[in-house]
T-cell receptor, first 115, second 114 residues
Framework: AQSVTQLDSQVPVFEEAPVELRCNYSSSVSVYLFWYVQYPNQGLQLLLKYLSGSTLVKGINGFEAEFNKSQTSFHLRKPSVHISDTAEYFCAVKERRNAGNMLTFGGGTRLMVKP | EPEVTQTPSHQVTQMGQEVILRCVPI?????FYWYRQILGQKVEFLVS????????KSEIFDDQFSVERPDGSNFTLKIRSTKLEDSAMYFC????????????FGPGTRLTVT
């Protein structure tokens, strides 16, 4: 079984400041890693994913994340946030052994960008 | 760009009533999922479906729940006798069998049980 911990439930930040949203996971098997974004009253949109290869992955809207196997982390970063980045961000993992396996989500981090 | 669609966007029902939530997955996808998100909580897996049968389910997915793919395009979640605690946002998702394990989510159905 796997679990995902997002250490910060809320992250307030000023516009144009950098931000890091933290994600740690626990799993007995190898996993794929994802970040999803949920804008108010909308569904989940895939932001980025780590499947294999380079541990630094880039996603949409200027976000990137780095997979750190030794620390079992997959933190999300953006060098300069915009008001429009205000949303809920979910980290998720999926076991590698089967493409059809379920996603396990973290509790989410609410990013609040202030002018 | 193809996307997962869900209907209705909002469903209000009385406790004890049956509800059916509908989803149209992306057309060349073969794995389908339902998740739910109770207000203010994390997204939780309910069930996965492949080749016309359930492949995995969580402990939330008890006898009150069922899933079906009645035709080549729709994927439904039925709750037989709704309870207050079933109030949540329900998300449908789908995955291709090859080319990537990422799941694509629909916009969700907000279920309110009164």
């Amino acid at each position: 079984a796997q679990s995902v911990t997002q250490l910060d439930s809320q992250v307030p930040v000023f516009e144009e400041a950098p931000v890091e949203l933290r994600c740690n996971y626990s799993s007995s098997v190898s996993v794929y890693l994802f970040w999803y974004v949920q804008y108010p009253n909308q569904g989940l949109q895939l932001l980025l994913k780590y499947l294999s290869g380079s541990t630094l992955v880039k996603g949409i809207n200027g976000f990137e994340a780095e997979f750190n196997k030794s620390q079992t982390s997959f933190h999300l970063r953006k060098p300069s946030v915009h008001i429009s980045d205000t949303a809920e961000y979910f980290c998720a993992v999926k076991e590698r052994r089967n493409a059809g396996n379920m996603l396990t989500f973290g509790g989410g981090t609410r990013l609040m960008v202030k002018p | 760009e193809p996307e997962v669609t869900q209907t209705p966007s909002h469903q209000v029902t009385q406790m004890g009533q049956e509800v059916i939530l509908r989803c149209v997955p992306i057309s060349n996808h073969l794995y389908f999922y339902w998740y739910r998100q109770i207000l203010g909580q994390k997204v939780e897996f309910l069930v996965s479906f492949y080749n016309n049968e359930i492949s995995e389910k969580s402990e939330i997915f008890d006898d009150q729940f069922s899933v079906e793919r009645p035709d080549g395009s729709n994927f439904t979640l039925k709750i037989r006798s709704t309870k207050l605690e079933d109030s949540a946002m329900y998300f449908c998702a789908s995955t291709r069998t090859a080319g990537g394990p990422e799941q694509y989510f629909g916009p969700g159905t907000r279920l309110t049980v009164t």
